[in-house]
Nanobody, 125 residues
Framework: QVQLVESGGGLVQAGGSLRLSCAASGRTFSSYNMGWFRQAPGKEREFVSA????????AYASSARGRFTVSRDNAKSSVYLEMNSLKPEDTAVYYC??????????????????WGQGTQVTVSS
């Protein structure tokens, strides 16, 4: 069992940056692959980025590649999402999630077992 708490969201102008953090409780954080997803009003939850348990492997949605960077610090039981060059279309609630299957970096929400409550990111034009 792991509890996830996101932070770092807020209101930013287009072109700005934000760094999201996700703090996990539990002793097995380092064994989980971690993902970031987002959900805008009226839309389905979509994959943003993911990182393997060791940090050696990462994946990005095409919309995030080149602008967002995922990282983790297993000593701090935390995962991060650095977001640069933000656009209004990045506005959404951002969620971190943990997958107990560490063999594959999944991009599908159903493959993740634990979820945080989300943090709102709003990008103004």
């Amino acid at each position: 069992q792991v509890q996830l708490v996101e932070s770092g969201g807020g209101l930013v102008q287009a072109g700005g940056s934000l760094r999201l953090s996700c703090a996990a409780s539990g002793r097995t954080f380092s064994s989980y692959n971690m993902g970031w997803f987002r959900q805008a009003p009226g839309k389905e939850r979509e994959f943003v980025s993911a990182i393997s348990w060791s940090g050696a492997g990462t994946a990005y949605a095409s919309s995030a590649r080149g602008r967002f960077t995922v990282s983790r610090d297993n000593a701090k039981s935390s995962v991060y999402l650095e977001m640069n060059s933000l656009k209004p279309e990045d506005t959404a609630v951002y969620y971190c999630a943990a997958s107990i299957n560490s063999g594959t970096i999944y991009t599908t929400p159903t493959k993740y077992n634990y979820w945080g409550q989300g943090t709102q990111v709003t990008v103004s034009s």
